[in-house]
């Protein structure tokens, strides 16, 4: 990833009027940790609010950087908070903040101040350890003592890198089974429609076959294959998208110009043979649209697992029946055949 120090974030307003010609509707805040760089955010928030008074501000954080002037700069710029936490799982993750009573008292606060007009919610990935969507909303219900708090999915894991596909992105059958359990009960006791990744991909599900909506009208899980979405560094370098950088392959040129930026780093879900005769496309976008090779098989099989269990949730809601099986011409990625050896004493 490209270093940028303070001053960048003064060079990035400066060339901003040089290419973005439409007024944004919605500006996000990623890192890493995105308030690891607060100075530069005190630099870019005020000016963009100045420049752009109708767009939505929001930042995806851990919340474990929170201190009373940060709070009270996102009170002042209303910015939509994300706080990417895996709940009961985060200690797989990293540090807990709400282990941390000082922290923890700051992301009570921000909860209680953001919570209203839901300006604020907790994001978790599901993992093999923790695949439960609605134990992981009890959870937060009960660090927050509050029955109102806005839990979301992440998505389910995805392996990004080698260290995720030797153990934290691979599944076990039985615990796809659990997960697939987990989700499609959720539905049935309601638990699911509490929880917006859920709601949301259930809802888009049911419209898309009561509108008869072709699968040619989709775009990708992650919205960043759209023209009007992009990502950008300090250096106004474009990105594939806010998890990539600028130095390997992930630059795709500078927005200065921004005519001779092509997508070409990546790979539409049109373009994937497995997608196009996949049964939970319209729930899964077809995970992330960079990963090849193992790295996509192994992600596609945990996005297929998932989205089966929200496609047997979704029918147990609407329709009170079980998903028992599909048949058609599914074609699966190929996977690596790992064959166990055990040693013997
Ligand atoms: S589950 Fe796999 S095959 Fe199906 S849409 Fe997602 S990425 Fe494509
Ligand atoms: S391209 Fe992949 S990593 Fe990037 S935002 Fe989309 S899904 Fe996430």
Redesign the pocket.
């Given at each position: 990833m490209a270093m940028t120090k303070t001053a960048d974030a003064h060079s990035f307003l400066q060339d901003l009027e040089k290419w973005l010609k439409e007024p944004p509707s919605r500006i996000e805040f990623w890192g890493g940790e995105p308030l690891l760089y607060f100075r530069k955010l005190a630099i870019l928030v005020p000016e963009l609010d100045r420049r752009f008074p109708d767009a939505e501000f929001c930042m995806v954080t851990n919340g474990s950087l929170l201190t009373q002037e940060i709070l009270d700069f996102i009170a002042r710029y209303d910015i939509c908070i994300t706080v990417s936490h895996d709940g009961p799982g985060q200690h797989l993750r990293g540090e807990d903040p709400f282990d941390n009573p000082p922290r923890a008292s700051l992301l009570k606060a921000l909860w209680n101040e953001r919570k209203t007009g839901e300006r604020m919610w907790f994001s978790s990935v599901l993992t093999p350890g923790n695949s439960d969507p609605a134990a992981l909303r009890r959870w937060f219900v009960e660090k927050l003592n509050d029955e109102s708090v806005v839990t979301s999915l992440e998505g389910v894991v995805?392996t990004?890198d080698d260290q995720s596909l030797a153990g934290p992105g691979v599944w076990s059958p039985e615990q796809y089974g659990s997960l697939k359990n987990a989700v499609a009960s959720s539905f049935e006791t309601g638990e699911a429609l509490l929880i917006p990744a859920l709601r949301d991909k259930a809802r888009s599900f049911m419209e898309s076959l009561l509108m008869g909506t072709p699968s040619s009208s989709m775009g990708?899980?992650?919205?960043?294959d759209r023209s009007d979405h992009v990502?950008v560094d300090l250096h106004s370098n474009v990105l594939?998208?806010?998890?990539?950088g600028a130095n390997a392959q992930h630059g795709l040129g500078s927005a200065l110009a921004m005519d001779d930026i092509r997508l070409d780093t990546?790979t539409h879900w049109a373009y994937r043979e497995c997608c196009s005769h996949c049964p939970v496309l319209q729930l899964c976008g077809g995970?992330?649209?960079?990963?090849e090779g193992e790295q996509f098989a192994q992600s596609c099989e945990n996005e297929y697992q998932f989205g089966l269990g929200v496609l047997d949730g979704t029918l147990r809601r609407a329709l009170g029946l079980k998903l028992e099986s599909i048949e058609g011409d599914i074609r699966r990625p190929a996977r690596r055949k790992v064959i166990s050896i055990v040693a013997q004493a």
């Open positions: 995805a990004h990708q899980k992650c919205g960043m990502a594939t998208c806010h998890n990539t990546s995970s992330c649209m960079y990963l």
